[in-house]
């Protein structure tokens, strides 16, 4: 290992587990110390992790509050550092390390919301479908026609994701989107009501989140899944409605392309 490698390494270390560097080793400019030195790295370290984890977090930063929000950011930098150069891919742990923080233990829904999130970024980071929607449409329509139920798979898009959670994180999530009332949200956690979260990307790019009902949701896991039509009808049971469904499919442009 080269010596500007060797820098590096010990630079990461000492910014994210306190670890002691070198002072040789340490860019400094003339009129600071080497503890001046990493003290200012370690603040950038910690100011770049709040805004990376704010970025893809901001309903968990509003719920816990500004100044608790950047703790636990400083927090989790340490425990889970980012493993790639490219920081909007840093996050993926965070539920977990809230579920078992116990200063968050009376927010007992925040690592559900943090979940939703991170589906959510992780939405808008997807690769974008192929531009010609009304292709798409014919084409799974073509297939509904003609395939055997027993074959064919339905693909969802890019970035969909399907989250059933006992607490009502869609509309908590809708509610710190101004979509729908606080009071939606306030009447939803004190019922204890759980939800079916949906996450998709419309036909602009905009993540959109839903809360289905249990038929709508048992057929989209199974989708998920890559269960065959016939085995996602059964999962859905009796009561699910594919004609409604498939209209909502095409016209928010859930489906991927048929392979």
Same mark, same amino acid.
């Given at each position: 290992?080269?010596?500007?490698?060797?820098?590096?390494?010990?630079?990461?270390?000492?910014?994210?587990?306190?670890?002691?560097?070198?002072?040789?080793?340490? $860019?400094?400019?003339?009129?600071?110390?080497?503890?001046?030195?990493?003290?200012?790295?370690?603040?950038? =370290?910690?100011?770049?992790?709040?805004?990376?984890?704010?970025?893809?977090?901001p309903?968990?930063?509003?719920?816990?509050?500004?100044?608790? @929000?950047?703790?636990?950011?400083? *927090?989790?930098? *340490?425990?889970?550092?980012?493993?790639?150069?490219?920081?909007?891919?840093?996050?993926?742990? %965070? #539920?977990?390390?809230?579920a078992? !923080?116990?200063?968050?233990?009376?927010? #007992?829904?925040?690592?559900?919301?943090?979940?939703?999130?991170?589906?959510? *970024?992780?939405?808008? $980071?997807?690769?974008?479908?192929?531009?010609?929607?009304?292709?798409?449409?014919?084409?799974?329509?073509?297939? %509904?026609t003609?395939?055997?139920?027993? $074959?064919?798979?339905l693909?969802?898009?890019?970035?969909?994701?399907?989250?059933?959670?006992?607490? #009502?994180?869609?509309?908590?999530?809708?509610?710190?989107?101004?979509?729908?009332?606080?009071?939606?949200a $306030?009447? =939803?956690?004190?019922?204890?009501r /759980?939800?079916?979260?949906?996450?998709?990307?419309?036909? *602009?790019?905009?993540?959109?989140?839903?809360?289905? /009902?249990?038929?709508?949701?048992?057929?989209?896991?199974?989708?998920?899944?890559?269960?065959? %039509? !016939?085995?996602?009808?059964?999962?859905?049971?009796?009561?699910?409605? @594919?004609?409604?469904w498939?209209?909502?499919?095409? !016209?928010?442009?859930?489906?991927? !392309?048929?392979?």
């Open positions: 290992m080269n010596r500007e490698a060797q820098r590096q390494q010990l630079l990461v270390a000492a910014l994210w587990r306190d670890a002691e560097m070198p002072e040789a080793w340490l $860019r400094t400019p003339a009129s600071a110390t080497a503890a001046q030195a990493l003290a200012a790295y370690r603040g950038n =370290a910690g100011a770049t992790a709040e805004r990376a984890l704010g970025a893809a977090f309903t968990v930063a509003a719920l816990v509050g500004g100044e608790s @929000f950047a703790a636990l950011a400083r *927090h989790f930098w *340490h425990a889970h550092p980012p493993l790639r150069g490219d920081l909007g891919e840093w996050g993926a742990e %965070l #539920p977990g390390f809230v078992g !923080s116990g200063q968050l233990a009376d927010v #007992p829904y925040l690592s559900a919301v943090a979940r939703l999130e991170w589906m959510v *970024h992780r939405a808008t $980071r997807a690769a974008e479908a192929p531009a010609d929607a009304a292709a798409r449409s014919a084409s799974v329509i073509d297939a %509904l003609r395939a055997d139920p027993d $074959r064919l798979r693909p969802l898009a890019e970035g969909a994701a399907l989250f059933c959670s006992e607490h #009502p994180v869609a509309t908590v999530w809708l509610a710190h989107q101004g979509r729908v009332p606080f009071e939606a $306030r009447e =939803a956690l004190d019922a204890g /759980g939800e079916h979260a949906w996450v998709w990307r419309d036909a *602009h790019y905009r993540v959109q989140v839903q809360a289905l /009902g249990d038929a709508d949701a048992a057929f989209t896991e199974a989708l998920l899944q890559a269960r065959v %039509l !016939s085995d996602a009808l059964d999962a859905a049971g009796p009561d699910f409605a @594919f004609d409604q498939l209209v909502r499919a095409l !016209s928010q442009q859930w489906l991927g !392309s048929l392979i």
